[in-house]
């Protein structure tokens, strides 16, 4: 039996590319569509466009993850091993696990002829949006032989927004996410590794459902779609790249200007979202500490109460490659704690 996306119920999850009537473009890591069912059947229609490293599906059926590698291009049908239930009945999350070096559309399912959708759950009341890189993103974070060490030679097969500390973070806060994060990603245009040489910043970024130059010009996104309690930006490691100015000389023109274009993302947010709670922080990954000295000073000078800066107990200082699952989860442990201590409107309704 052929399941069409626009089914009322399967429980989609991120920021999502609807532009299509039943072509639903994933773009963002953390992104996904759940449904329970009967039967013992289950495949997957997708399409691939490929734009970097291989490109993997996540996918949790009955508990137990999976990765599928993707086509690099095109369409193609993915077929799920489902191990027989006592109830005949199964949960799966299908999942983007990488960021934009691909994106995914969802073309549709097929179950048992025999079987039927069941309801999902209600939608978690909490809601947190992430604007980060790469470790927000959950890159290279399967490759656990490597905590504290550089990374190991891959092509995308390590990494997986299920162990980001973000989506950590939201499992810990039962919360839905929207993980606005892109590898490589600085605040500004033409700075950070991401499409150099003419890199895209998150300032491009932030208000799109595409933003790779790759598969076209930007979507924007409609906002009013999603309004998380808690916003989360974890932006300043790919800043320093081709020029670690702010570790040079933090009172610089080039240092000033940064935290200028800082205030203005902030104010934006906050423009966007009220009454969110909007908490400034960097990661783990090894950086100067005089980026985090530049956020705290931006954050202060805001003087808005609902906009806050962690600093992690090993900020900066926690592994000089990506964060792996042991890593992850110390960061959203300390998040997770920290988020829970603030004055959140809507939080428990």
């Known amino acids: 039996m052929r399941i069409e996306p626009d089914n009322k119920k399967l429980q989609y999850c991120g920021r999502i590319d609807w532009s299509i009537p039943n072509e639903p473009v994933f773009v963002y890591p953390c992104t996904s569509v759940g449904m329970k069912f009967t039967g013992n059947v289950l495949k997957i229609r997708i399409k691939n466009k490929n734009a970097y490293w291989d490109n993997f599906l996540g996918c949790i059926i009955d508990g137990k993850q999976m990765s599928l590698l993707l086509p690099k291009e095109g369409a193609a049908i993915l077929d799920i091993p489902i191990e027989k239930t006592m109830t005949g009945e199964h949960e799966v999350l299908f ?193 100067d500490e005089n980026w985090d000295r530049s956020i705290g000073q931006v954050v202060q000078e805001m003087k808005d109460p609902r906009i806050t800066q962690y600093i992690f107990k090993r900020n900066g200082k926690g592994t000089p490659g990506h964060l792996r699952i042991p890593e992850a989860q110390e960061m959203a442990d300390e998040l997770a704690a920290y988020i829970e201590t603030l004055e959140i409107e809507g939080w428990d309704e």
């Not at 299920?162 to 245009?189: C, P």
């Not at 409609?222 to 790919?238: C, L, T, W």
């Not at 610089?252 to 908490?279: C, M, S, T």
Request: net charge negative.
């Open 95 to 287: 999942f983007k696990r990488q960021d934009s070096c691909h994106e995914l559309t969802v073309l549709g399912f097929e179950i048992d002829d025999g079987g039927r959708l069941l309801d999902m759950p209600t939608k978690l009341k909490r809601k947190i949006e992430v604007y980060g890189d790469s470790v927000s993103a959950g890159e290279v974070s399967e490759a656990v032989d490597y905590v504290g060490k550089e990374d190991p030679e891959h092509n995308g097969e390590y990494s997986n927004s299920w162990y980001s500390y973000a989506w950590m973070t939201a499992r810990k806060l039962n919360a839905q996410i929207h993980d606005i994060a892109q590898g490589g990603v600085a605040l500004m245009d033409k700075t950070g590794w991401f499409y150099e040489p003419e890199a895209v910043g998150m300032e491009t970024a932030w208000d799109t459902t595409h933003y790779n130059p790759v598969f076209g010009s930007p979507v924007k996104w409609d906002f009013s779609e999603y309004i998380p309690q808690v916003v989360i930006v974890a932006i300043g490691q790919n800043d320093s790249h081709p020029q670690d100015y702010m570790k040079e000389d933090c009172d610089g023109e080039k240092a000033v200007h940064w935290r200028e274009r800082y205030g203005v993302f902030l104010g934006k947010l906050k423009n966007q979202y009220p009454d969110a709670q909007i908490v400034c922080c960097t990661t783990l990954l090894q950086h």
